[in-house]
Antibody
Framework: QLQLQESGPGLVKPSETLSLTCTVSGGSISSSSYYWGWIRQPPGKGLEWVATIYYSGSTYYSPSLKSRVTMSIDTSKNQFSLKLSSVTAADTAVYYC?????????????WGKGTTVTVSS | DIVMTQSPDSLAVSLGERATINCKSSQSVLYSSNNKNYLAWYQQKPGQPPKLLIYWASTRESGVPDRFSGSGSGTDFTLTISSLQAEDVAVYFCQQYYSTAFTFGPGTKVDIK
């Protein structure tokens, strides 16, 4: 059964870079049928798409975050990663990694448990 | 961006009764070339990630109980829980994937009356 697990620092200082990794187990990240994304959820709020990547390395970023986001993928480790620069308190959220079906903007059928990131000095 | 709205914000339903959640998009999410509505529904229980329930507006994900059903087309959609169970207490989100910048609704909280 496919599982996704997020990892990374739970506390990031303002103006610094948030770095997270998602490790995929129980299946290959190199499948041509899927895309791999990050979704975040600020405390008590709704869901927001951050970015998505394909196994080939093609990346797709939310227009509202595009200037600060970088995604990468390591197929040898079955992992993909997110970097969000110049963070502020508004970036405090639970960050989920998830699998998209067929295309990078399609629905997500498998999600990680999420990791809480707090931006504070 | 396509803006998604949901109603009501919250609802309380007696066990065994029907729960109905509405989702509206600011523009149609029906793709005319394949006659598919690019709309999904998720369930999120406290402290858990979202769980996919419905995609293509009415296709139930494998393993999802058949008391969950999705309907609607164009800009107006409904998620129905035909007989509410205690384990259905959660927040429910709709998501449009018609636009490459996909967006979610704000969520509807379902509780037991």
């Amino acid at each position: 059964q496919l599982q996704l697990q997020e990892s990374g620092p739970g506390l990031v200082k303002p103006s610094e870079t948030l770095s997270l990794t998602c490790t995929v187990s129980g299946g290959s990240i190199s499948s041509s049928s899927y895309y791999w994304g990050w979704i975040r959820q600020p405390p008590g709020k709704g869901l927001e798409w951050v970015a998505t990547i394909y196994y080939s390395g093609s990346t797709y970023y939310s227009p509202s975050l595009k200037s600060r986001v970088t995604m990468s993928i390591d197929t040898s480790k079955n992992q993909f990663s997110l970097k969000l620069s110049s963070v502020t308190a508004a970036d405090t959220a639970v960050y989920y990694c998830a699998r998209h079906i067929d295309y990078y903007y399609y629905y997500m059928d498998v999600w990680g448990k999420g990791t809480t990131v707090t931006v504070s000095s | 961006d396509i803006v998604m709205t949901q109603s009501p914000d919250s609802l309380a339903v007696s066990l065994g009764e029907r729960a109905t959640i509405n989702c509206k998009s600011s523009q149609s999410v029906l793709y005319s070339s394949n006659n598919k509505n690019y709309l999904a529904w998720y369930q999120q229980k406290p402290g858990q990630p979202p769980k996919l329930l419905i995609y293509w507006a009415s296709t139930r994900e494998s393993g999802v109980p058949d008391r969950f059903s999705g309907s609607g087309s164009g800009t107006d959609f409904t998620l129905t829980i035909s007989s509410l169970q205690a384990e259905d207490v959660a927040v429910y989100f709709c998501q449009q994937y018609y636009s490459t910048a996909f967006t979610f609704g704000p969520g509807t909280k379902v509780d037991i009356k």
